[in-house]
């Protein structure tokens, strides 16, 4: 089994910044994408931004030059530097990650539980 533990999140006023982050341990052989999605009140869940192990990151339209998303393979963590908040910026954040548990055995998608991130106006 795979554990995304997060950490960071809060109360924070329009413009200002927050961290997220997120660790990941447990049966990994390979870790294929780290990420992070978030869910307003009443809303589904977004993606925000994502980092394959190889390639470029993918961010949301709407945190574009706002957000960056960063992996440290070696420690299995990822996190999100949140810049210049705003209030449309609420909701619960999930780390997510693709991971391979074991040689040969399928690639399957995991979920933090979520962290809270408030931007007050």
């Known amino acids: 089994q795979v554990q995304l533990v997060e950490s960071g999140g809060g109360l924070v006023q329009a413009g200002g910044s927050l961290r997220l982050s997120c660790a990941a341990s447990g049966s990994i052989f390979k870790i294929n994408t780290m990420g992070w999605y978030r869910q307003a009140l009443g809303k589904e869940r977004e993606l925000v931004a994502s980092l394959p192990s190889y390639g470029n990151a993918h961010y949301a339209d709407s945190v574009k030059g706002r957000f960056t998303v960063s992996t440290d393979n070696a420690k299995r963590t990822v996190s999100l530097q949140m810049n210049n908040l705003k209030p449309e910026d609420t909701g619960v954040y999930y780390c997510?990650?693709?991971?391979?548990?074991?040689?040969?055995?399928?690639?399957?998608?995991?979920w933090g539980q979520g962290t809270q991130v408030t931007v007050s106006s």
């Open positions: 997510n990650a693709d991971v391979q548990p074991a040689l040969f055995r399928p690639v399957n998608t995991y």
